[in-house]
C-alpha cells in the first residue's frame, strides 16, 4: 500500500485519500491512478496519505478500518471510477443498501442488502460540496453535485465511512466520496490526469479550510 512509501512526520495532520483497484474488466482505474499522484502532497499543514481500497464488498470496508486507525485522519475523501459521468462528481447522500449490477473482484454480488444492518437509511457528505463544487470550476475543472452514488462499492465505502465518522470518537474527522470521470484511453467522456488530480488538490484545499458549507444551487430536477 502507498501509504507505507512516504514517511509523514508524527503528528502532522494527515488527509487520507483513497482509490480503488480497476474493477468491471477495465485494466485502470482513474481514482486510484489520480490519488497516488496526491500522495505526499502538503495542504495547509496536512499531509496526504494515499491509499488503494479493493473493489470488494465487506473487504473494502476492513482496509478503510484499517487505515483510519492507523492515520486517524482529520479529513477522508475516497474516490472511485464512475464510467459515463463527464465531470467530478461530489456525492451528497449515501444510501444503507448494497444492489449490485456487475459482480465485484471477488465475486459477490450482493442484492437489496444493508451496507450496516439496523443502520439509518442515509447519511449526508461531511464534505462542504458546494464550496467544493465552486472551488473546482473556478479552477476551470468540470464539477457537479451527484445525488446518488450508486448502489456499488462506492456507496458501500461511503455509507461505511459516514457511519464510521457519525460516532462521536470521530468528531475531529470530516469525510465523503468523490466519482470521477474515465481517463481518456478508456472511452469517453473523460477528463485528463492532470485535471483529475488538479480537480481534487483544488476540493481536498477547499474542504480544509471551509468548515460552514455555502449554500449554492446545485440540485437536479429529476
Ligand atoms: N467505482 C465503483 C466501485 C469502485 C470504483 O472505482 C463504484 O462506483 O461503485
Not at 494515499?50 to 475523501?77: D, K, M, N, Y
Request: aromatic share 4%; hydrophobic share 45%.
Amino acid at each position: 500500500m502507498l501509504s507505507d512509501r512516504t514517511a509523514v512526520p508524527v503528528g502532522q495532520p494527515r488527509i487520507l485519500v483513497t482509490g480503488f483497484d480497476p474493477f468491471g474488466g477495465q485494466p485502470i482505474n482513474p481514482s486510484w491512478v489520480a490519488v497516488q499522484a496526491l500522495h505526499g502532497r502538503e495542504l495547509d499543514g496536512h499531509r496526504i496519505v494515499s491509499a488503494q481500497l479493493p473493489t470488494a464488498f465487506g473487504r473494502s470496508l476492513h482496509v478503510l478500518q484499517e487505515l483510519l486507525g492507523q492515520h486517524r485522519p482529520a479529513l477522508v475523501v475516497c474516490t472511485g471510477q464512475a464510467g459515463g459521468r463527464a465531470a467530478i462528481s461530489l456525492e451528497r447522500v449515501a444510501i444503507n443498501v448494497n444492489d449490485a449490477r456487475i459482480p465485484d473482484n471477488t465475486g459477490a454480488q450482493p442484492i437489496d442488502t444493508p451496507v450496516m444492518p439496523g443502520g439509518p437509511a442515509a447519511y449526508f457528505t461531511g464534505l462542504p460540496i458546494k464550496a467544493m463544487l465552486a472551488a473546482m470550476l473556478a479552477a476551470g475543472i468540470r464539477a457537479e453535485v451527484s445525488q446518488t452514488a450508486g448502489t456499488f462499492v462506492c456507496n458501500h465505502v461511503f455509507y461505511g465511512l459516514m457511519h464510521t465518522l457519525a460516532d462521536p470518537r470521530w468528531a475531529g474527522t470530516r469525510g465523503g466520496l468523490v466519482h470521477v470521470p474515465w481517463l481518456p484511453q478508456q472511452g469517453a467522456p473523460s477528463m485528463t490526469l492532470e485535471q483529475l488530480v488538479q480537480g481534487l488538490e483544488v476540493g481536498i484545499a477547499c474542504a480544509l479550510r471551509t468548515h460552514a458549507d455555502l449554500r449554492l444551487q446545485a440540485g437536479a430536477l429529476n
